[in-house]
């Protein structure tokens, strides 16, 4: 008997019902909010960086899936590796037999990744995290693992206890011992090293919250603390990794740091295959693999399947084949400068700082008497309103697809496909400047959706 499914045929016959089978069987707070701000749009498809509707309307993506789209989306060579992986009909996860495409992708991350040796690859980002934590306080038989303020790391349990953000970690108590220490505090750091109970501190060298780079010299001063109460460095490179800071990873613009412990994911899936990484040292991998009792200590299911690894390798091929680390570090410099000069301009912009394709825009309190009434009746309903008051008519006016860094957080966080290129900054730039000139003009359609928002913001209070 044959068994037959047509995928678009499916899609064209309910691919309408998408946001009431959404409310109906999944998250039913997804589909509201997006109604209520205006975000209840239907893609049709997507190429690169760029979104189109059912009109053929083009929309700028300066999100990429919260970074999972590091090459954009259908990448042709990474959609090839794809097709060519399924045809080959692979034995794949038979789980006792060594398959080449995970050594081989590992052989060539390690080729970007000196003074690291072994990989271990899962499915996701907070597994990666997850995996860091386990192998940490397994070699070093400590307990204790510090995080940073305002850090995010992932929200299965391992990951959430080193979570900086309270909103995600209340109610799910109790987790993992854990501690957090300010970003960039030295000596907030080595008070609790020398409690003697720490394994490791995990950090992201540019926050994704707020979007806060690590000081100058803090990763290696850390991690020479670290090492000297035998704890070990953790750089969640999960969203910074490959290539979107401008360097391969986010911590390798600081000489002379190398951490123990390094998590990617998002990007190296090529947007198709969920994947995540740990890679590690030496002499960790083979104290938690210490013996064949020991195998299987630490494993996952899907974890170097052939579809995930294709992709990654063809990513990796992507990233050195079309230079993009070169490409983002001058995109990314003409993206930031063009928006720093707008800081003089509007008073409600307080800030732009960042690294290549992952930059922060803050804004802050005026110093006109109008403006400042309005920022703070903004302020008194709900922090972080008036940074989702400029990501709608992005999105509503000028078809840019934008979202805040964070909860109460008046902070845009831009990580567009490592693909845009200079035509895509003119068109953010364009459109940042019209929103920024109405919001200034302390009338029209911005506030008045500012007055929907502070409504709705009171009535869940």
Same mark, same amino acid.
């Given at each position: 008997?044959?068994?037959?499914?047509?995928?678009?045929?499916?899609?064209?016959?309910?691919?309408?019902?998408?946001?009431?089978?959404?409310?109906?069987?999944?998250?039913?707070?997804?589909?509201?909010?997006?109604?209520?701000?205006? *975000?209840?749009?239907?893609?049709?498809?997507?190429?690169? /960086?760029?979104?189109?509707?059912?009109?053929?309307?083009?929309?700028?993506?300066?999100?990429?899936?919260? +970074?999972?789209?590091?090459?954009?989306?259908?990448?042709?060579?990474?959609?090839?590796?794809?097709?060519?992986?399924?045809?080959?009909?692979?034995?794949?996860?038979?789980?006792?037999?060594?398959?080449?495409?995970?050594?081989?992708?590992?052989?060539?991350?390690?080729?970007?990744?000196?003074?690291?040796?072994?990989?271990? *690859?899962?499915?996701?980002?907070?597994?990666?995290?997850?995996?860091?934590?386990?192998?940490?306080?397994?070699?070093?038989?400590?307990?204790?693992?510090?995080?940073?303020?305002?850090? *995010?790391?992932?929200?299965?349990?391992?990951?959430?206890?080193?979570?900086?953000?309270?909103? *995600?970690?209340?109610?799910?108590?109790?987790?993992?011992?854990?501690?957090?220490?300010?970003?960039?505090?030295?000596?907030?750091?080595?008070?609790?090293?020398?409690?003697? #109970?720490?394994?490791?501190?995990?950090?992201?060298?540019?926050?994704?919250?707020?979007?806060?780079?690590?000081?100058?010299?803090?990763?290696?001063?850390?991690?020479?603390?670290?090492?000297?109460?035998?704890?070990?460095?953790?750089?969640?490179?999960?969203?910074?990794?490959?290539?979107?800071?401008?360097?391969?990873?986010?911590?390798?613009?600081?000489?002379?740091?190398?951490?123990?412990?390094?998590?990617?994911?998002?990007?190296?899936?090529?947007?198709?295959?969920?994947?995540?990484?740990?890679?590690?040292?030496?002499?960790?991998?083979?104290?938690?693999?210490?013996?064949?009792?020991?195998?299987?200590?630490?494993?996952?299911?899907?974890?170097?399947? /052939?579809?995930?690894?294709?992709? +990654?390798?063809?990513?990796?091929?992507?990233?050195?084949?079309?230079?993009?680390?070169?490409?983002?570090?001058?995109?990314?410099?003409?993206?930031?400068?063009?928006?720093?000069?707008?800081?003089?301009?509007?008073?409600?912009?307080?800030?732009?700082?960042?690294?290549?394709?992952?930059?922060?825009?803050?804004?802050?309190?005026?110093?006109?008497?109008?403006?400042?009434?309005?920022?703070?009746?903004?302020?008194?309903?709900?922090?972080?309103?008036?940074?989702?008051?400029?990501?709608?008519?992005?999105?509503?006016?000028?078809?840019?697809?934008?979202?805040?860094?964070?909860?109460?957080?008046?902070?845009?966080?831009?990580?567009?496909?490592?693909?845009?290129?200079?035509? #895509?900054?003119?068109?953010?730039?364009?459109?940042?400047?019209?929103?920024?000139?109405?919001?200034?003009?302390?009338?029209?359609?911005?506030?008045?959706?500012?007055?929907?928002?502070?409504?709705?913001?009171?009535?869940?209070?």
């Amino acid at each position: 008997m044959t068994t037959e499914f047509d995928l678009g045929a499916l899609l064209a016959e309910r691919g309408a019902e998408r946001y009431e089978l959404h409310a109906k069987h999944l998250n039913p707070q997804l589909p509201r909010m997006l109604h209520t701000i205006g *975000f209840d749009k239907v893609y049709e498809r997507a190429e690169g /960086a760029h979104f189109f509707d059912a009109d053929g309307n083009d929309y700028l993506d300066m999100l990429a899936g919260f +970074g999972v789209m590091g090459l954009g989306r259908h990448h042709p060579v990474v959609r090839k590796a794809l097709h060519d992986v399924l045809d080959l009909d692979l034995a794949d996860l038979t789980r006792f037999d060594c398959q080449p495409l995970p050594g081989l992708l590992a052989e060539r991350l390690l080729a970007h990744s000196p003074h690291l040796d072994r990989v271990f *690859f899962g499915n996701s980002g907070t597994e990666a995290v997850e995996t860091a934590l386990k192998f940490a306080r397994y070699a070093t038989g400590k307990p204790r693992v510090l995080y940073c303020d305002h850090a *995010f790391h992932g929200l299965t349990t391992g990951s959430l206890s080193v979570n900086g953000e309270r909103g *995600f970690r209340d109610g799910f108590a109790p987790l993992l011992p854990d501690t957090a220490v300010p970003l960039g505090d030295l000596d907030a750091l080595a008070r609790e090293l020398a409690k003697g #109970d720490v394994a490791a501190l995990i950090v992201e060298p540019i926050q994704g919250k707020g979007v806060h780079e690590a000081p100058p010299g803090y990763l290696r001063a850390a991690q020479e603390l670290l090492h000297r109460h035998k704890a070990l460095l953790i750089a969640d490179e999960v969203q910074t990794g490959l290539g979107r800071t401008g360097d391969f990873y986010a911590y390798q613009h600081e000489d002379g740091v190398e951490p123990d412990l390094v998590c990617v994911a998002k990007a190296l899936s090529g947007g198709y295959v969920p994947v995540g990484a740990t890679l590690g040292k030496e002499w960790i991998f083979k104290k938690v693999y210490s013996s064949m009792d020991r195998v299987l200590v630490h494993s996952a299911s899907f974890g170097s399947n /052939a579809q995930a690894m294709a992709c +990654g390798l063809a990513v990796l091929s992507v990233m050195e084949n079309e230079q993009i680390v070169a490409g983002v570090r001058r995109t990314g410099e003409l993206l930031k400068s063009r928006l720093t000069a707008l800081v003089d301009t509007y008073e409600l912009l307080a800030d732009v700082r960042g690294r290549g394709l992952m930059i922060g825009i803050e804004f802050g309190k005026p110093s006109s008497l109008k403006l400042r009434s309005r920022w703070a009746m903004l302020q008194a309903a709900r922090k972080g309103l008036f940074a989702q008051m400029v990501v709608v008519p992005l999105l509503q006016k000028h078809r840019i697809l934008t979202q805040v860094s964070g909860d109460h957080l008046e902070v845009i966080k831009l990580i567009p496909p490592l693909v845009v290129d200079e035509a #895509d900054v003119d068109r953010f730039v364009d459109a940042f400047t019209a929103v920024m000139d109405d919001a200034h003009s302390g009338g029209g359609l911005m506030w008045d959706f500012g007055k929907t928002l502070i409504k709705q913001a009171v009535a869940n209070r």
